[in-house]
């Protein structure tokens, strides 16, 4: 009897030793509530050759949201991107979320953005996002037929480079006595990224208020390009 009570007793210390591991949760779960999204887009911050973020640069998201949300529930979705982005990226202070409504990504127009910069967020919404969510009757052949801001010739007083965007999806670039170069483009929010044929990329910003493209440059530092 007291042989089987020990060996009772050692299976029992052996068992309370193995402690069961908790089930990873994911950070989602995190957040009670989380409303729904879809992520669309993401631009990453530049970063140096030690894996240092160059100071001012943001790391940006785009999603599409379902419908118009209240403040609250976007508030949870801007707490859980920042936590996200500090997790990514340690030494990032700007993160910049886009939220668009379901189909209107096409317009570059978002119905909220979500920032945080320098620890400071805020929450913009933008109401002509709604009046094109409710344009009634639509089809996608008029969708696509809708012209981006974009489209146009943008030069470089700088470099006399020029870029040209057609409302196809493609345009060319010509440095200053060269030859034009074709490339395909596509555009989420400001963010900007060509195709050449060679199947190599280039990142672009559109300021949609200046009418301007920014290309940053390894020689150049950042180069302007004004609408013509």
């Avoid at 570059?108 to 933008?126: C, F, H, M, R």
């Avoid at 344009?135 to 480079?161: M, W």
């Avoid at 483009?185 to 963010?191: A, C, I, L, P």
């Amino acid at each position: 009897m007291k042989k089987v009570l020990f060996a009772f007793a050692t299976l029992l210390i052996v068992a309370c030793g193995n402690k069961v591991q908790k089930p990873e949760v994911a950070e989602e779960d995190n957040f009670i509530n989380l409303p729904d999204y879809k992520l669309v887009g993401i631009e990453e911050p530049y970063g140096s050759s030690e894996g240092h973020i160059y100071p001012g640069e943001d790391l940006e998201y785009d999603i599409e949201i379902n419908h118009p949300m209240k403040k609250d529930s976007l508030e949870l979705l801007q707490d859980y991107f920042i936590r996200k982005g500090k997790k990514d990226f340690t030494a990032i202070n700007k993160i910049i979320v886009r939220a668009y409504l379901k189909g209107t990504i096409v317009y570059g127009i978002p119905y909220a953005s979500l920032n945080l910069v320098d620890g400071k967020k805020e929450i913009i919404i933008n109401e002509e996002a709604k009046e094109i969510e409710v344009r009634e009757g639509l089809s996608n052949e008029k969708v696509q037929a809708v012209a981006d801001p974009i489209v146009g010739t943008y030069f470089c007083n700088r470099t006399h480079d020029t870029y040209v965007f057609k409302s196809d999806k493609t345009g060319l670039f010509t440095i200053q006595g060269g030859s034009p170069s074709s490339f395909t483009w596509k555009r989420s929010g400001n963010n900007v990224t060509i195709t050449f044929d060679d199947f190599s990329n280039q990142k672009l910003k559109y300021d949609s208020k200046t009418q301007r493209i920014i290309e940053k440059s390894e020689s150049f530092g950042s180069l302007v390009f004004n609408k013509k």
